[in-house]
C-alpha cells in the first residue's frame, strides 16, 4: 500500500482542527499572504499551471474557468458550491467540518485573482454543523484581518456570506444554485450564457466547489508545477475518494488522481465484506455508468474512467458485493432522481416518473418484458435530451444497469 | 446567413433561431412550449432538430439532436427536422405529454386549437403509440371566467411566464417539484380565492385545454367561428382585441398578438366584459326629450339639434358658457377630437375627461 502524505486532509485530524488557531498553527492563510504579494493574473496562471480540474463532478478545468471571468467588469461574483447532494459523495463536508479555513483562504485567494469583492457560499441545509463552522471561520477571518476592507494591507477588500440552501439535489447545479441565491425557485438557467458571462444578478461569477478551493492554497504555496507532477496525463493532484457501500472500512481516502480503483478498495477501503466478489462498482457516485467488476484495474482519473465507460463524477466510489440485487440498486437510484426533480423539462419530470413505475414494478416481481423494453425506451428518450445535464445522470444508472446486468432484469418477469 | 432546411437553400437573417427560421418558411417543428411572445424556455424538449455544419456547435462533420427553439442559425447550417432520429426525439416528447394526463380531446374547449393535438396529429399518432393513464379530470371552477384543469396541464410554462412576467401580476407560480410539480395561485388556493384579477392572459398563451375561458364553453367550435379585430370599448388604451363571432354572436374575445399598444394582453373587462353588447337596455339609436318623453330620432336629426342649441347658447353667453367632458370609453384618439372640436371651433378652454376628476 502507497502511503501518500494527505495535502487536503492534512488538517482534518488534528484536535481543533476547526479553529484558526489550529489552522495559522500549521502554517494557514501563508498561501494567501504569497498570493497577495503576486499580481491577480500570475495567480491565475499559477491555477492553470497546475491543471487543476473542478471536484464538483463535470471536471472543468479551473485555471481556465478562472480565465473567462471578463477582465473589465466592475462588479463580479464568486459562488462557493458546497450543495453536496450526491449520494455517496461526503468529502465536501468532511472539510467543510473539520477543516473550514482551507476553503476559506482559497475563497479569498480566487476572489483576488478574479477580482471579485463578495463571496456567497451555497451550503446544503442539511449541513447544520457545516453551516456553524462556515459562519465561525467566516467571522474568525475578519477578526485577524484576513476578510474585510483591506485584507493584510493589500487594499483588496473581500466579503463573504452563507446562503443555507433548502434541500433541492438540483441546487447542486451551478445555474440552479445561482437562481436559488437569488430567492428564486431552484431551476437551471439556459446556457450560454456561462455564469463567467452572466450569473448572480447579472454579473460575471465564478462557481467553485468547495475541494476545488481547498486546493488553490497549496498549489499557490508550492507551486502549479508541483501540483501537476501528482496524478495521470489528464487528472492532476490529489482527490478525495469516498468510499461507501460493500467495503469493511467506508470513509474519506485522499490519494492522487490516477490511484487505480483495485488499490482504493482492497488496501485502503479493507476489501469487500465477508471476502465476497466484486458484482458492480459505481466510481463517482450515483449518476455515473455502473462498471463490472472486470474494470477494477482502471486507475481513477477523469480520463482514464470515461474511457472504462464511466466517469470520475464527484469520486465517490459505491461498491456492490455479489449477493445484490441490481434491479433493486436501480430503481433506488431512479427513485432519488425522480424525487430530486425540479419538474422544468417534460423528459425528467414525466419520462423519470414512467421509468420509476417500471422499475417499482420490476422490482416488485410483477414486472413483465414489456416493462424492460419501456425502460429503456424511455431512458434513451432522456439521455443527452433535457434541460440540464440531471437528466442524463438519471437516465446513465439505467441504461448502463440494462447494458450490463439484462438478465438480471429478464429474471424478474420470469414469472410473468 | 445560407441555411439549409430539409435539403431546401434559404436566407435568414442573423439572430433567429432554428426554430424562427422554419416557421417563417412555412416549417412546422412540433413545439408544446414556445411562444413567439415568451421566447424560448426550452421546457418541453419538443422541437429537436438534427443540426449539422455548424462550427459552434461541435456539429462540423456529424449532425447533433438540438432544441430548435433555443439554438441560433448560423451560417451554412443544415438542419434536418423530419430525419428518423429528430421525429423520434419529438415522439417521445409528445408520447410523455400525452401518457401523463386527461387529454380528452372530444369534449375538450380547446380541441382544434391544441398545440398538443397538432403535434400528435401531425406526428401521425396512434392509439398504441401512447398510453392512456388514469387522470380524472381535476378541475377548479371556482373563479368567476377562468376554467382550471389541472389534470390537462402539461406543465409547459407559459401561464407562469404570461402571469409573471408579461401581465405581471405574479399569480401563478409552480407547487411542489419534480412529477408532483402542478400551477398553483398565490400559495396554492383555488384560483377564485387567490389574488388573481382574471385578465385572461394565461388562457389565451395556453396550448392546450387546461385554462380556458368559462363563458365560451359549449358555444362553439374553434373552426366554426370568424375572427374579427376590433378595438375594445372599454378605456383610452384602445387595445386590439379579436371578437370570435357565431352567428352573428360573439361566443370568446382574445387579444390581438400583433397589435400594439397591448400585444395581446386585455384586462379582465375587455377580455370578459362583451354581455353589454347584447343588453336589452342598450341605447341603439339616438333619443330626444319632448315634453317630459324620449323619442327616437336619427342621427342628423340629433346632431343638427345639438349644433344649433350650441349655437344659440355661444350667441346669447359667449362660448365659455359651454363645457365638455370626454367619456372614459372613448379611445385616445377620440378624446383628442372632443379637445379639438372644443378648443378650436367651440373657442372654449373648458374640456375636461370624466377619469381625471
New interface residues.
Partial sequence: MTNWEPVLLANVNRPNSEKIDTYLRYGGYEALRKALKMTPDQVTAEVKTSEIRGRGGAGFPAGVKWGFMPKDAPVKYLAINTDEGEPGTFKDRLIVERDPHSILEGVIIASYAIGAHRAFVYIRGEFFLGVKRWIKAISDAYQKGFLGKNILGSGFDLDVSVHRGAGAYICGEETAMLESLEGKRGVPRTKPPFPAQKGFWGKPTLVQNCETLANIPHIILRGGKWYSSIGTEKSKGMKIFCISGHVNSPGNFELPLGTPLKEIIYEHAGGVRKGRDIKAIIPGGSSTPFLTAEKINTPMGFETLQAAGSALGTGAIIVMDETTDMVEVVRRITRFYVHESCGYCFPCRIGGQRMLSSLERLAGGKGSKQDIEDLEYVAKGIYGRTFCPMGTGMAEPVLSGLRLFRPEFEMKTAKN | MKVTINGKRFEIPAGRTILQAAQAKGIYIPT?CYHEKIG?L?????C?VEVKGSPVLNAKESPV?LTSC?TFVTDGMEIITDSDRAVA?QR??ID??L??GNHDCMICEKSGACELQDAAYFLKFEDKDFRKGDYPANIDDSSAFIRVDHNRC??C?RCFEACNHIAVNGVIK?I??????HIGFDDNLPMGESSCVQCGECTQVCPVGALTDKKSIGLGRTWEVKQVRTTCPYCGVGCQQELHVKDGRIVKVTGMEKGSPNKGRLCVKGRYGYDFIYSEDRLTVPLIKEKGAFREASWDEALDLVAKKFKEIIVKHGPDAIAGVSCARSTNEDSYQMQKLFRSVLKTNNIDHCART
Avoid at chain 2, 42 to 46: E, G, I, S, V, Y
Avoid at chain 2, 176 to 181: I, L
Wanted: glycine residues 8%; aromatic residues 8%.
Fill in positions: 408544446l424560448a426550452a421546457k418541453c424538449r419538443a429537436m439532436l433555443n426525439a417521445f416528447v410523455l405529454a401518457s401523463s402539461i406543465m410554462g409552480t411542489d417539484r419534480g412529477y408532483t410539480s
